[in-house]
Each structure stands twice: as structure tokens, then as C-alpha cells.
């Protein structure tokens, strides 16, 4: 049996709705993305720049926890300043986190055994990369600013026919709230005015850092969905909205898995295929979303 049409696309925004798009018009396939610059793309590209074993930085980001600074400032409860630095650094500098990863990447790339790996590790295992944390950070935040090349159109056009479809368009996102005045949020600057034009296309922009509350954690989805459900009713559907009448558009497996569990539809929005979900979009709606990029 056909799942029933949704009444609420909630879309990340990192890695879904911004990235860059580099098309080549000389390629035969000229549609289709060569290169997405995204978080993840900043983090392998500064992983090789400065010989870090791939996926390190990742790993640490992950393993650090609720109490690790990242997260800490996705939920709002440090500022954006040098005490996250200081605590971002650290993070990227555990040693026996280190060591266990270490193991890993030498079964992996010299094709050791788990026991072969361990013993040569206790004898050459090198200190912890020497990450500049707040190098990093700005890295990561300054490529991922740019409107995706499908899917800032996409919502362009589903943000003009939302309203008599009947659909909510909403975020649920992972942020951090940038200093008073940075060029970021600054209504005067290209970032700031995009930030602007970018919010004004939801109807509900659940922000972590704002709410106290962060993706994976189940509790961001429950609050997501209470303010959804508030929304649906004083717009006068008084069925209101149940996770099941969500579809969630987003680019990590964590978030999407979290996502299922509490009810909603998901929909996978791979690296550098955003042109994937535009259709998978399409076919929800049923509307034509497609087309030349908008100009900003």
C-alpha cells in the first residue's frame, strides 16, 4: 500500500540545501555535479594537506561525545570563541583515541592483522596530529556557504506552491550561532543576505544551537515535531502532524536513522547528489521542481 502524500518536507541544511556544485560544460554529462565542496569535503581536503591518516578528524569529531566541544556548541551552551577553540583542539588530540584509530589505519592500508597492528603500534605509534582547530573550523565553514546548484532552485520553486499544495516546508539543523557582527549573519554582507533570503524559505527553522538540542539525539525530533504539529493546527488542520506525515531530507546516516525511528519517511541526500533527492522530491509533490539554476 502506498505511503499517503506527507504534510511537512523537513530539510537539513548543510549538505542539502548549500554546497557548491562545480558543472563542466565540457562533459558529456554537463548535469551532473564533478565536485561538491561541503563540511566533509573541507575536512578530507585539510586531512591531505597536512598528511593526517583520512578519516581521523571524523572519527574525533564523533567520538568526543555530547561532551565534546563541537557538540557543545551545536546545542548552544559555548560560545564561539576561544574557549571552543581551545576545547575543538583537544578533542582532535586524544591519544588513546589516537592509538585505537592508529591500529585501524594500519589493518587497513599496509593489510595487517588486528594482533600485527597492536604490536608494531606499541613501538612506532606517533604522537596525535597537530590540528589547528580554529584553522579548521573556519575552513569548514566558509565552503559550505553556497547555495546548492538543484536544490536551493528546487525550493525556490516548492516554497511558490507550498502554501496552495498544502505542504509545511521546514529545517531541522545542526548550527552554531556566529559572533555579533561576523560577516556570516550580517545583513550587510553576500553571506548574511543568502542566510536571510535562506530562512525566509521555511515556514519552521529548528536550529540546535537555539533549542538547546542537536541531531542525532532523539529529543530535537520530538521537539521538531511537537512545533510542527502546533504549526499544522493554527493553520487550521485540526488532524495536525505526526512524525509519519514528515519526510526528512538529510545527508547523514546517524541523523536519518534517528529519524525512522521516531516515525518519519527519510530520504538520503548522497554527497554531491543532490540532483537525486530534487526527484525524489518531485515524485512526493508532484510537482515539477527541475530546472536552471537560480541566480542569486
Known sequence: MPSPPPKVLLFDIGGVCVGISLISPSSSHSNRPLQVVSP????????????????WINTAISASGKTGAWAKLERGQIPLDSSFFSGFTSDLSDEKLWRNFYIKHLEKTRKETGAQAAEEVVFQVPAPPNIDGEKLYWQMMTV?????????????K?????????????ALSNTSIFPEGHEFNSPD??????????RGLFDLFVSSAHVGMRKPDEEIYHYTI??????????????????????????????????RKVGMRTVKVELGR???AVEELERLTGLHLRGESSKL
Not at 573541507?42 to 583520512?54: D, F, W
Not at 554582507?189 to 535562506?198: K, N, Q, S
Not at 511537537?226 to 493553520?235: F, I, N, S, T
Request: charged share 30%.
Open 144 to 156: 559550505s556557504r553556497k547555495p546548492d546548484s538543484h536544490m536551493w532552485p528546487a525550493l525556490q
Open 158 to 170: 516548492l516554497r511558490k506552491h507550498a502554501k496552495q499544495k498544502g505542504y509545511i516546508v521546514a
Open 40 to 55: 566533509f569535503a573541507a575536512i578530507l581536503a585539510y586531512e591531505k594537506q597536512n598528511s593526517i591518516p583520512i578519516g
Open 226 to 259: 511537537d512545533a510542527l504539529d502546533k504549526l499544522a493546527r493554527e493553520r487550521g488542520d485540526n488532524d495536525g502532524v505526526t512524525a509519519g506525515d514528515i519526510v526528512f531530507f538529510d545527508d547523514i546516516g546517524t541523523n536519518l536513522r534517528t529519524g
Open 189 to 198: 554582507t553576500p553571506d548574511g543576505i543568502f542566510h536571510a533570503e535562506l
Open 274 to 276: 543532490a540532483d537525486k
